[in-house]
C-alpha cells in the first residue's frame, strides 16, 4: 500500500488580511516541506479568513481572493515548494452575486478550495453541503457546488470536500466511496462548542465508514469576533480507527504518515457518482516518500470542560483585542466573581502590563469587595487603580429628583462613564463582565455596567462562572504559581452593591435554580409546559420566562462576546424586540 506524508496546518488566519494569510501558508508549507511532507492541508477560506459574512457581496474582494490564490500558488514554487501539493481555502465566483440584478441561475459566490501545485491551481472544489442553522447563513452567501474533485497524488485517490459536507451524510462522501478514494480531506472553518469534541470524532468515524476511505480533517484555530476556533485536527482511517489528533486552541503543524490504498486502473476525467459529478485529474512529481522512520502527529486527549472553555475564551479575547489593534483594556473590578474571572482572563490573555483594573467604589461598595479586588491586582499583577463615583454621583442626585432604582442605575451609568473616559483617553477596550444569566434576565442597566466593547462571559452561565474560577485557581495551585481569584470573591453571596445590603437573590432565584430554567428556555428552544415537566416550580418559570422576553432590546445592544455554547445570545438567538408572543401560565 502507498504511504503518504500528510501534514494538516491548524493555524489562524485573520479575516480580510488576504497578505497575510497567505504569508501564513508559505511559511507553514517550508515547515511541512522540511519535515517531508507529500501533501500540506490548510483550513476552510483560508486565504480570507472565516466567515467573511458580507464581505462576500463585494466584487472587489472575490477578485482579490482569486487574484491571491493565483499569486500564492506562484510564490510556493519561487519559494522551491512548488513540487508540494497544497490544499488551501479560498472565496471564488464564477458569476455574479445572487444579491444582483445580474445574477445567473446557478452561478455566483462559492466556498472554495483549491490545490496549488508547480506554480498553478491544479484543481479546485466548491463546497456542496451548506450550512444555514446557528452562526452560518451560507445560504445567503454561497451557491452549492455539485463536482466532487478527485485527484490522484503519490498512486492515492484524494477527494476534496469542505466543514458542513462532513456533517451532512450523502453528497460528497457518498460519492467518494462509488469512486472508490482512498483519502477524503476534509478542510475546516467549524466554531468551537463545549463538548463539540466529543461529538466530532463520531461524527469522522462515520463519513470514513460512508466513504470507505481514510479522513484528514484539518480545522483552523483563532478568535473572529464572537466566535472562536479550537482546531482539533486529526487523521481517522477508513475502519475508524484514530491515528493522530492536535491539541485544541494552539498552532500546531500535524505530520503523520498514513498507508493507504492503491489507486485502480485510471478513471475517465468524468464520471458520475451518487448523483454529483466526478472530476478525476492526476499530478505528477510529488515527493518522493521520506525514508527513515515513521512520522507520527500523536494523539493529544481532550482536556476538562472547565479547562477547554477557558482556554476558549482566553483564545477569543487574545484575537479580538490584538487583531483588531487594541493596545489594552479597562474593566471594573468590583471584588466580585463576575469581574474577577474577567480580569483572570484577560491577563491570562495578554498579560498583566496590558490590563486596567479599575475599583469604582460608591458608598454602598463594601470593604471586603474593596479589599477583594486590590487582593485580585496584587496577585494577577494588573494595573490597578481607584476611581471614587461617590461625588460624581451626588452631583447627579443634587440636580436631579431620584430614588430607588433610578439611583442603583445612576450609579453603575457614572461607573460606565468613567471606564468610557479612561478608554478615550488611553485608547483601552472596554470590557464588559455581565455573565448569559445576567445577560437572559436582563439584570444589568443599560449604559452602565453593560458598557463595553468585548464581553469575555457574554455566554457563559453565572454557574460557569464559579466553576471556571475554582478551576483556574487549581490549576494555579497545581501548577505551582498564584491563585489569580480571591477565595472571597468565589464564596461570597452575588451583589451589585447598589442599595444596603443587596443580594442577587433579593430580585433573582439562586442561580443553582435560575440557570436550568435558562439553559432549557434559552439553549433548548423549552415552552412553559416543557420547563414545569422538566421539574421546575411554575411561579418560578413564570417569573423567568417573563424577565427574559421583555430584556431582549437589552441584548441587542450588548457587546459582543465570545461563543462557547450551542446557542449563544446574538448570532445564535434572533428574536424581535417587538414581540407579543408569551408562553402564557
Not at 154 to 175: H, Y
Not at 338 to 351: E, H, I, M, Y
Not at 399 to 413: C, F, I, K, P, T
Not at 517 to 534: A, F, K, P
Request: proline residues 6%; charged residues 20%.
Amino acid at each position: 500500500m502507498p504511504t503518504l506524508r500528510l501534514a494538516l496546518s491548524q493555524v489562524n488566519p485573520s479575516v480580510g488580511d488576504l497578505a497575510g494569510n497567505a504569508d501564513l501558508v508559505r511559511s507553514w508549507t517550508r515547515q511541512a516541506a522540511d519535515a517531508g511532507a507529500q501533501l500540506v492541508l490548510f483550513p476552510e477560506m483560508m486565504l480570507t479568513g472565516y466567515p467573511v459574512e458580507d464581505l462576500v457581496f463585494r466584487r472587489s474582494f472575490v477578485a482579490a481572493s482569486r487574484a491571491a490564490l493565483e499569486q500564492l500558488a506562484a510564490d510556493l514554487a519561487t519559494d522551491g515548494l512548488g513540487e508540494l501539493p497544497v490544499v488551501v481555502g479560498y472565496l471564488d465566483a464564477d458569476g455574479p452575486p445572487q444579491v444582483s440584478e445580474h445574477a445567473e441561475p446557478g452561478r455566483g459566490a462559492r466556498n472554495a478550495a483549491a490545490l496549488l501545485h508547480r506554480g498553478v491551481v491544479a484543481a479546485r472544489y466548491f463546497k456542496h453541503h451548506l450550512p444555514n442553522y446557528g452562526v452560518f447563513d451560507e445560504d445567503r452567501y454561497f451557491l452549492s457546488g455539485d463536482m466532487l474533485t478527485v485527484v490522484r497524488i503519490g498512486g492515492v485517490d484524494v477527494a476534496l470536500t469542505i466543514c458542513e459536507d462532513l456533517w451532512q451524510a450523502g453528497g460528497p462522501f457518498a460519492a467518494a466511496r462509488q469512486a472508490r478514494v482512498g483519502l477524503v480531506v476534509n478542510i475546516n472553518g467549524s466554531p468551537y462548542e463545549l463538548n463539540k469534541d466529543d461529538i466530532r470524532l463520531p461524527l469522522v468515524r462515520r463519513r470514513a465508514a460512508e466513504a470507505g476511505a481514510a479522513i484528514a480533517y484539518v480545522n483552523m484555530i483563532g478568535g473572529q469576533d464572537e466566535l472562536v476556533f479550537e482546531g482539533d485536527s486529526m487523521i481517522v482511517a477508513a475502519d475508524g480507527e484514530l491515528l493522530t489528533r492536535a491539541p485544541q486552541f494552539v498552532e500546531h503543524l500535524l505530520v503523520h504518515d498514513v498507508e493507504l490504498p492503491a489507486a485502480g486502473a485510471p478513471p475517465a476525467e468524468e464520471t458520475v457518482a451518487d448523483g454529483m459529478r466526478v472530476v478525476h485529474s492526476t499530478l505528477d512529481g510529488i515527493p518522493p516518500t521520506p525514508s527513515g522512520p515513521a512520522a507520527t502527529g500523536g494523539l493529544i486527549e481532550p482536556v476538562a470542560d472547565e479547562a477547554e472553555v477557558w482556554h476558549a475564551l482566553v483564545l477569543g479575547l487574545r484575537d479580538y483585542v490584538n487583531k483588531n489593534r487594541f493596545p489594552s483594556v479597562v474593566l471594573g473590578l468590583s471584588g466580585g466573581i463576575d469581574s474577577a474571572v474577567v480580569a483572570a482572563l484577560a491577563v491570562d490573555a495578554l498579560g498583566p502590563d496590558r490590563v486596567v483594573g479599575v475599583s469604582l467604589p460608591s458608598q454602598h461598595s463594601s470593604e471586603h469587595s474593596r479589599e477583594d479586588a486590590a487582593d485580585l491586582a496584587k496577585r494577577t499583577g494588573l494595573d490597578y487603580r481607584t476611581e471614587p463615583i461617590q461625588p460624581m454621583v451626588d452631583g447627579f442626585l443634587a440636580n436631579l429628583s431620584l430614588s430607588g432604582v433610578a439611583v442603583e442605575n445612576l450609579q453603575a451609568r457614572v461607573r460606565g462613564v468613567i471606564l468610557m473616559a479612561l478608554s478615550n483617553q488611553e485608547g483601552h477596550l472596554v470590557l464588559t463582565t455581565g455573565n448569559k444569566s445576567e445577560l437572559a434576565v436582563g439584570y444589568s442597566t443599560l449604559y452602565g455596567d453593560s458598557v463595553g466593547g468585548f464581553n469575555p462571559v457574554k455566554d457563559v452561565w453565572k454557574t460557569l462562572i464559579w466553576r471556571l474560577a475554582k478551576w483556574r485557581n487549581a490549576d494555579a495551585a497545581r501548577r505551582g504559581a498564584t491563585s489569580p481569584i480571591p477565595e472571597n470573591s468565589i464564596g461570597k453571596p452575588p451583589s451589585a452593591e447598589l442599595s444596603p445590603g443587596q443580594l442577587d437573590s433579593d430580585t433573582l432565584p439562586d442561580y443553582d435554580v435560575l440557570d436550568p430554567i435558562l439553559i432549557g428556555y434559552v439553549d433548548g428552544d423549552l415552552g412553559r409546559d416543557g420547563l414545569i415537566e422538566s421539574g421546575h416550580d411554575p411561579a418560578v418559570v413564570d417569573k423567568v420566562l417573563r424577565l427574559v422576553d421583555t430584556a431582549e432590546y437589552k441584548r441587542r445592544q450588548s457587546a459582543p462576546g465570545t461563543k462557547i455554547s450551542m446557542k449563544a445570545f446574538g448570532r445564535d438567538r434572533r428574536l424581535p424586540i417587538t414581540n407579543r408572543w408569551r408562553e402564557h401560565g
